[in-house]
């Protein structure tokens, strides 16, 4: 699995959103604050949204907002919804069955990295981002 751009913008959307806390964003803010096109950004916040993830509200004041807190979005639920599949290393993909027998390691490695994924929130990223760089609560 490569993580692709889509999830990269997506996981850079619900940080912005994160930190604007019961704000609605438009995601053509989102976007130009972070150099994202536009209509592509708008096309995976809606599929986060169909996901449970954000929901919207139109109008003037209108825009995306987190539906569930930052520490009940880990990692894995985003890349979840982003990418096709979640397999680091298969190994069926390049050898049959029974080499991959002789390299269950790699089976070992999968499920390491899933379980750091799914421990690791929206909520763990914005602390760490907030220690390097200090408050994040700046206006867009």
């Not at 690791?120 to 408050?135: H, R, W």
């Amino acid at each position: 699995m490569n993580v692709t751009s889509k999830t990269i913008y997506a996981i850079v959307a619900l940080i912005e959103l994160a930190r604007r806390e019961n704000e609605y964003l438009k995601g053509a803010t989102i976007a130009k604050k972070y150099g994202i096109p536009r209509r592509f950004l708008e096309l995976t916040l809606s599929e986060l949204k169909i996901h449970g993830l954000v929901d919207s509200k139109k109008g003037a004041h209108g825009g995306f907002f987190l539906v569930k807190q930052p520490e009940e979005i880990s990692l894995y639920d985003i890349i979840n919804i982003t990418e096709r599949e979640l397999v680091i290393f298969d190994c069926k993909k390049f050898i049959d069955s029974q080499g991959c027998d002789m390299l269950r390691i790699f089976d070992e490695l999968n499920e390491e990295i899933l379980s750091i994924l799914k421990n690791v929130t929206l909520k763990d990223i914005l602390n760490k981002a907030e220690k390097i760089y200090g408050s994040l609560n700046f206006i867009i």
